[in-house]
C-alpha cells in the first residue's frame, strides 16, 4: 500500500497539470517535451481533458471551434530531429465533423441531362 505521501505527491502533480491547462485556456500555454507529453496526455484523459494536435483531432473527425487557440506545445521526437505541435482540448474547443454519407447533397453523382 503506498503512504499518505506518495498519494499526495501523485494529487499534487495532476494538480499541476491541470494547472497547465487552465492557464493554456488564459493565454499562457504550456510547454512540454516529448516524455512531458506521453505522460501528462494519458494521464489527463483519465480525468476527460484529452488534448491532441489539429492533425489528430481532423482524423478523429472533429474541427477547431472559430477562434480556437492552442493551449500549449508539445515536442514529438521525429528519426531526424524534434517538433513542436500545438495541443488542444477535444471536449471544449473542437466540434464533430458531420459525416460525409450524412449529407445526400454532398454524395450524388452528376447526372447526364
Known amino acids: 500500500m503506498a503512504s499518505p505521501n506518495t498519494a499526495k505527491e ?3 502533480a495532476i494538480q499541476r497539470m491541470l494547472n497547465d491547462v487552465v492557464d493554456g485556456l ?5 510547454s512540454w517535451s516529448a516524455a512531458q507529453r506521453d505522460e501528462r496526455v494519458s494521464l489527463l484523459e ?5 488534448l491532441r494536435t489539429k492533425t489528430q483531432l481532423n482524423a478523429m473527425g472533429y474541427r477547431l471551434k472559430h477562434g480556437a487557440q492552442p493551449v500549449g506545445v ?3 521526437k521525429a528519426p531526424l530531429h524534434c517538433y ?3 495541443l488542444y482540448i477535444l ?3 473542437c466540434v464533430a465533423v458531420p459525416n460525409a454519407s450524412a449529407n445526400p447533397q454532398k454524395n450524388k453523382q452528376p447526372t447526364d441531362d
Open 10 to 12: 501523485r494529487i499534487a
Open 26 to 30: 488564459d493565454g499562457n500555454g504550456f
Open 46 to 50: 483519465h480525468v476527460g481533458i484529452t
Open 74 to 76: 508539445a515536442r514529438y
Open 84 to 86: 513542436e505541435e500545438p
Open 91 to 93: 471536449e471544449y474547443q
